[in-house]
């Protein structure tokens, strides 16, 4: 005889008979999990972290606003207004990053690069990332591939195929990256790599 009637013997207090029948408790256990891990999935996904933007627009082309001025481009070179939402628990600051993977250096190009932004900052004004302007206190910008702490736009090689360009803002565990003012920004990256609890980006394109 199989050992499966004297299981449900002992668990449930019930002789068993013809087929085995699982005990009332685990069903109810089971049901209570299910709806369980769906609200925490529902959740997830009404609370993803997220970034957004009323000047660029995920998979479309970027503005004449968001090109570079020089280089043989002649754009505004303004950094777009960027928003984010639903942080990761746990975060104490953040790290913003635009980066061309496609640029023909054999390590993309650093369009922006800018740490140390207050936990309590969930969005950058269009053109906080010019040379001249005033981002909120603490906030270090870095030497972009240009030679400019600050946003420098778009411009890839004319003729080339389009480009991508990837804003991403870094949710980091610490408030403050401790950094050499003149850092590069593979140093940066790799701090925010090292203390980052999420990340959230939206990718744009551009040619000439």
């Known amino acids: 005889m199989s050992a499966f009637p004297s299981f449900f013997r002992a668990h449930s207090g019930k002789e068993a008979t013809g087929f085995a029948v699982w005990p009332a408790w685990p069903s109810k256990w089971l049901v ?53 939402k ?40 269009a053109g906080a990332g010019g040379v001249d302007a005033v981002m909120p206190d603490g906030v270090v910008q870095v030497r972009n591939d240009f030679g400019v702490k600050g946003f420098g736009g778009a411009c890839p090689p004319p003729g080339d195929k389009p480009h991508r360009y990837q804003f991403t803002i870094h949710a980091l565990k610490v408030d403050k990256l401790e950094l050499p ?28």
């Open 181 to 208: 003012a003149d850092a590069s920004a593979a140093l940066v990256g790799y701090m925010i790599n090292a203390n980052k609890l999420g990340s959230a980006s939206i990718e744009a394109l551009y040619q000439r």
């Open 32 to 84: 209570a999990g299910i709806f369980a891990l769906g609200a925490s999935m529902g959740a997830q996904a009404e609370g993803a972290f997220s970034l957004s933007s009323t000047d660029v627009q995920p998979g479309k082309m970027l503005t004449i606003n968001q090109v570079f001025k020089g280089f043989g481009c002649e754009g505004g070179n303004v950094s777009p207004a960027l928003a984010w």
């Open 86 to 125: 639903n942080a990761p628990q746990g975060t104490q600051s953040f790290a913003l990053t635009v980066y061309d993977p496609d640029a023909p250096t054999g390590s993309g190009w650093w369009h922006w690069m800018a740490y140390n932004i207050p936990v309590a900052v969930s969005s950058l004004p």
